[in-house]
T-cell receptor, first 110, second 115 residues
Framework: TQLLEQSPQFLSIQEGENLTVYCNSSSVFSSLQWYRQEPGEGPVLLVTVVTGGEVKKLKRLTFQFGDARKDSSLHITAAQPGDTGLYLCAGDRGRRALTFGSGTRLQVQP | DVKVTQSSRYLVKRTGEKVFLECVQDMDHENMFWYRQDPGLGLRLIYFSYDVKMKEKGDIPEGYSVSREKKERFSLILESASTNQTSMYLC??????????????FGPGTRLTVT
């Protein structure tokens, strides 16, 4: 059973457009992490959100943790081709392990 | 800089062979993990270890075993490879610091094909 649902699964946009990726669960997580994975590489951590309602910014990327700590979103402003990749959310399961979502594959066309 | 290395980037094995996937990390992390990644399914946890000689089953341990004889090394073993174990295998590690969020650092992955 997939505890974290990501949407959309695929997204192809033009350079300069804005986009939002969603990560939803029926479970409460003590923290939630976002990773980006490029082809042929392992995922790399972008950010961790811990507090319900928390908003974190990383240059053009804005991450938000839902008030109830069951969902999160990633918003990218003015997407660039370098943003292309697989975006994964992951929730802390409370035993040092993470539950990963199925991922959103983003393609930014120049 | 944290470095997690995996013994092979690509591996082709035959059905029934015993397969060893090795992972080494150089940051003195206590926790180590093995995932498999398949299209549309995200990363699924196979096994993890939070100390030498300790192991815990993840979500899909069937058909796999692990070994952790040294802190920096975590091995995944496929006792008798089958075609449904064709996948990308990712190793990760993290610190075990209570009160932290256990960010994980990943290796580049091993793409295993079982024919």
């Amino acid at each position: 059973t997939q505890l974290l649902e990501q949407s959309p699964q695929f997204l192809s946009i033009q350079e300069g457009e804005n986009l939002t990726v969603y990560c939803n669960s029926s479970s409460v997580f003590s923290s939630l992490q976002w990773y980006r994975q490029e082809p042929g590489e392992g995922p790399v951590l972008l950010v961790t959100v811990v507090t319900g309602g928390e908003v974190k910014k990383l240059k053009r990327l804005t991450f938000q943790f839902g008030d109830a700590r069951k969902d999160s979103s990633l918003h990218i402003t003015a997407a660039q081709p370098g943003d292309t990749g697989l975006y994964l959310c992951a929730g802390d399961r409370g035993r040092r392990a993470l539950t990963f979502g199925s991922g959103t594959r983003l393609q930014v066309q120049p | 800089d944290v470095k997690v290395t995996q013994s092979s980037r690509y591996l082709v094995k035959r059905t029934g062979e015993k397969v060893f996937l090795e992972c080494v990390q150089d940051m003195d992390h206590e926790n180590m993990f093995w995932y498999r990644q398949d299209p549309g399914l995200g990363l699924r946890l196979i096994y993890f270890s939070y100390d030498v000689k300790m192991k815990e089953k993840g979500d899909i341990p069937e058909g796999y075993s692990v070994s952790r004889e040294k802190k920096e090394r975590f091995s995944l073993i496929l006792e008798s490879a089958s075609t449904n174990q064709t996948s990308m295998y990712l190793c990760a590690s993290s610190f075990n610091l209570p009160g932290t969020t256990y960010e994980q650092y990943f290796g580049p992955g091993t793409r295993l094909t079982v024919t």
